[in-house]
């Protein structure tokens, strides 16, 4: 590569950039010894390695012997005798085993045995599913409580406020996380004759977690009454039993039939009206 | 001194001979030859940074409280992984340049694999004899994205925490054996405090393992088979042109080592990346908003945000939506990357041995199809920015959506028609190069198209001793040469 008439010794810029290289690894060790700061860090071990770069390329490209080497390659590897001989090596051997047919088939047996006893220990890696998707810690009679586990009186939500509830004892029951909405009065509309009494003085709850992919649907909008899933934009319809009404979502948010206990808190009727989160394979229908 | 170390070792593995072969190795040198060594660097930095790392997190989800330099989140519970992540973001000298070059060597890395496979994909370097680096270098993608993904996700924040929890739901989703496999995976029903742990593991031995091992071989690959070259004079199918092992080659891969790191770091100590101390420790019922992936995760996340509100239910059974999008999706998407050389050699009658590479003109249908998919690919991405498109733009979500719902459908083919005409005009133009063809070759490619290719389909077999090309005549079939006007 030309690069016109030179006006200093070839390679001196090389040697610049090595030295800025060698300046700036003892600027680092300063900062280092002085505390350390991060953009001073990447800046200078980017000058110490780019010094580097720009010499080695510089060197290699202006005082190296360059392209135009020639080799010879193979077009095809091996051949097909090479390969012949090859297998008939192989089937030799092979000849000697099938002699012994029953060895073989018994170390087969023994092999396939071991390889499945070593499955086993997969089985210890995790519990077993069994009811846990289906049930939450909610039932008939159970508090909801703030994450804090304050329980909730209907008096100190506001009409259009929403509050993230627990089943009390169960603060970090993540299967449990429950939107409790205060509804304007009269609004709500129970979609199956038997969700009739489940919003007393107009509070609903709904599971939080997103039938589509779990995420918790965290933002709501009094106006139009529509919870939003922030993860893949579902929108569910909360005077519809939180009916999906956009985005990937199939299934509403299951509700929990909610009353008013006899100290005045609110707490729950009883477990979800269908298993809460996404969906799986062998999922009961509601 | 190095005569008689030399010595010392051919008397007793007599490697004087191969060491000899490997200093005169020729390597053809093209600036795109460069990006697979972009990724191979961009690993070794992963490799460095991520040891330092792994000294100082604890991959526990045990709760402490966080006392450090970090002032809004003192005083707060959080767990030890977390608070790790603060430590040695904040208190470890040099620990937050470290984990940013590390989160940023990662991104390139991912990104030039990437990259890397479109080079090859487009000049046809993945043809007989290389179908095995081929898929080598898939299984490498799939693994450079599982630990990408199992790494950001160790510091347990409330974004990372997020995407936890939809792979959760992603492995509940596969049909008959999902629920299991949810509950080994993570130790239970989510959040299980078992996964981060099991994710460190994976994240520091068995992927990097795993990654190391198929790395090698692919080099090996590479060096057993020999690079392959453009078509330039002087090069033929039968040998390699370019610059030797020693010391030019050398020289100029190591700079090129260094060249990488250092725009790393840089990027690591000027550009903020994961902030996690801005998002907060994982709860399970609070949520970021706006919640992405890293960009290599874009496309599953936009497929997910994209497809249309169904899910399968047969017999009392169910497959619920995310199924779909995030594991049909991904499956269909690396099953035919895997089978791409074996489909195009069916397809294309192509079963010779090649190593002059293509020029993307030279196989329309090819480049075509690369396009239409690089597309398919590409407005999922940027779908999985919905919510703050709709938010730059003051639109709605839902029009956004459906705008991506029909984006996605003719995005791709169009693409794909255009890149078919450009390519034909191209090679119909003999410009050596895009920016050379005058703009009339595109609008008169009609009639130049059949014209051209006729032309070249007679004379496809006239190599350089490499007949056999196979019928041409399909978009896919032999190169001509004659199409290889010497550059520059």
Known sequence: ?286 | MLRQTAGWFDTRLGTSAFVQKALTKVFPDHWSFMIGEIALYSFIVLLLTGTFLTFFFDASTSHSVYRGAYEPLNGVEVSDAYRSVLELSFDVRAGLVMRQIHHWAALVFIGSIVVHLCRVFFTGAFRRPREINWIIGVLLLILAIFNGFSGYSLPDDLLSGTGLRIAYSIALSVPLVGTWMAFLLFGGEFPADEIIGRLFVVHIMIVPALIIGLLTVHLAVVWRQKHTQFREPGRTEGNVVGSRLWPSYAAKSVGLFFAVSAVLCVMGGLAQINPVWLYGPFEPQQVTSPAQPDWYLGWVEGALRLVPAFDVRLFGYEIPNPFFPAVLLPGVTFTLLLAWPFLEQHFAHDKEAHHLLDRPRDHPVRTALGATTLTFYTVMFVAASNDLIAKWLGASIFGITLVFRILILIMPPLVGWGTYRLMKALTASGAGHLSEMPLAALTNGASADGHGSRVHEGKAHTGDGHAGDGPAGNGLGAPAEDAHAPRG
């Open chain 1, 1 to 286: 590569m030309s690069r016109g008439p030179r006006t200093s010794p070839p390679g001196s810029g090389v040697a610049l950039a090595f030295g800025l290289s060698a300046l700036s690894s003892i600027g680092l060790t300063v900062v280092y010894a002085f505390g350390g700061q991060p953009q001073l860090e990447g800046l200078l071990l980017g000058v110490a390695l780019g010094g580097l770069a720009v010499g080695l390329v510089r060197w290699a490209q202006d005082l190296m012997p360059g392209g135009g080497y020639v080799e010879q390659r193979d077009t095809e590897m091996g051949g097909t005798l090479q390969s012949d001989a090859a297998v008939r090596l192989f089937e030799r051997g092979e000849e000697e085993v099938q002699r012994r047919s029953f060895l073989g088939k018994a170390l087969g047996a023994a092999l396939g045995a071991l390889g499945l006893a070593a499955l086993f220990p997969i089985r210890s890696l995790g519990s077993a599913p069994g009811t846990s998707l289906v049930v939450t810690p909610w039932a008939d009679g159970i508090r909801a409580v703030t994450i804090d586990g304050e329980p909730v009186r209907p008096e100190e939500l506001a009409i259009g406020g929403v509050l993230t509830v627990f089943p009390d004892g169960h603060p970090d029951a993540a299967d449990a996380q429950t939107l409790l909405i205060h509804l304007s009065p009269g609004t709500y509309r129970p979609v199956t004759s038997d969700r009739e009494g489940w919003a007393p003085e107009d509070f609903v709850a709904f599971s939080k977690v997103c039938t589509h992919a779990g995420c918790p649907v965290g933002l709501y909008q009094p106006a139009d009454h529509r919870l939003f899933c922030p993860c893949h934009q579902s929108i569910f319809d909360v005077l519809e039993a939180a009916a999906p009404i956009a985005g990937p979502a199939t299934r509403p948010l299951p509700q929990l039939p909610l009353r008013i206990d006899t100290e005045g808190y609110i707490a729950a009727g009883g477990d979800y009206s269908e298993p809460i989160g996404p969906g799986y394979w062998s999922r009961p229908r509601a």
